[in-house]
């Protein structure tokens, strides 16, 4: 895993603690292949026939990121459409691992598009700050540094916009105990340290925090560990009532381990969860181009949140890695080329308009626009961004902090006008005990 990155020559290795793109025998660094991932990790690829179904159900236009294969992969999202379609419940859960007080653009990624998920759904979204998971994979870091930034970036997050009434955005260390620890440990006991070790290289010599951390990140996705989101009830429990919602996380295509594991053992539990569904998302560029990505370890390969509009200007002149021709004359006759150029590539991430930015990559590839004004429409929209979303986080008061990460029963409505599920649909789900669904979908309560 992460040891091998010294070699001279290899291949890419995804994994949730780093990202690195295949590197040659001259030692180049290539883009990250992630047709080649989804085809290892036996993913499937989000097609054009899943993006009509999502606006057929919907009757949403699917998001920029989905219709320009920043999201691209899935495991089961076809599933979530069809609890939508008939108004069957689920709920959103995604997170964040700590490690820094401020967040880069690549960070914001996954989360703004939950935020999208969460109002086309109109349903609950739980999130996970791992501040436990950042003190035990950084011995630099003490638990108080991620706790503090835990809380810091809970502040970014909502300034992203999440629905106060829909959302409980949790820090493993101060919320964990009750039912999510009960689920964690019961987690854990259908878990060998033989598949952590396989699914994340841990070896004799991890410390054995890291061997149980991952089943907290999994029992997240079971709606028995918030028992308190789904009722009014003075003291909620686990019931296989809670335990038939369903879950679709978003996330970067780096946390699939997890969540692997997560999907071979969720019916095992006493009350069995469905298999959580899954969305992908690639990573962010960085600003040096293909092979790498946005990292807070270097920050002139990302732009932060926290950047002034004459930061962003400077990085994206100075570092965005250009398509360009060396000269004004050639790049008038030979042309650029936007398919590696990162100004282009954030345009891509950030320019609604589809019309527009077909026009700027024709218009790049024929030698009409130059470098410079490539560069300068990437400014204004990564500027807007940033901007917007500080004027935003200047409102996140103490008050409002708290007021999402108090456990409390979540409001939300789902389809307005669910479909009924005609009987021939009606297929018994997942294998596993305590399973006695009938026709009307009434739910045992145990
Ligand atoms: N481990 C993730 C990180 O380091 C944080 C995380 C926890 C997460 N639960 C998640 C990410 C669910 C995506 C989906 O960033």
Known sequence: MAED???????????PWSVEGARTETGEVAAIDYEALAKKWNTSLIDQELLERFERVTGHKPHRWLRRGLFFSHRDFEKILTKYEHGEPFFLYTGRGPSTG???????????????????FDVPLVFMLTDDEKALFNDQATFE?????????ARDIIALGFDV??????????????????????????????????????NESSNIGKIFFPSVQCVAA?????????????????SQKIADIACLIPMGIDQDPYFRLLRDNAHRMRYPSPKPALIHSKFLTALQGAGGKMSSSNPNSAIFMTDTPKQIKTKINKYAFSGGQVSVEDHRRLGGNPDVDVSYIYLTYFEEDDEKLEKIYNDYKKGDLLTGELKKLAID????????????????????LESYMKPRKLEWRGNPNPVPKPPSEEKPEEKGKGKGKGKDKKLVVL
Do not use: C
């Open 145 to 153: 540094d991620t706790l503090h930034f835990a809380m810091e970036n």
């Open 381 to 400: 929209v990564l500027q807007e961004n940033v901007q917007q979303f500080q004027e935003r986080r200047k409102l996140v008061t103490d008050e409002v």
């Open 5 to 15: 990155s010294a070699a001279p020559s290899h291949e890419q290795d995804v994994n």
């Open 102 to 120: 401020s967040l880069h653009l690549g960070h914001t990624i996954p989360l703004q598009f939950t935020k999208w998920l969460q109002d086309v």
């Open 165 to 202: 009434k829909k959302t409980f955005l949790y820090s493993d260390l101060k919320y964990l105990g009750n039912h999510f620890l009960m689920n964690a440990w019961e987690f854990s006991r259908l878990i060998t340290f033989n598949q952590v070790r396989g699914a994340f290289g841990f």
């Open 222 to 238: 079971f709606a028995t560990s918030y028992p308190e989101i789904w009722t009014d009830e003075p003291l909620p429990v686990r």
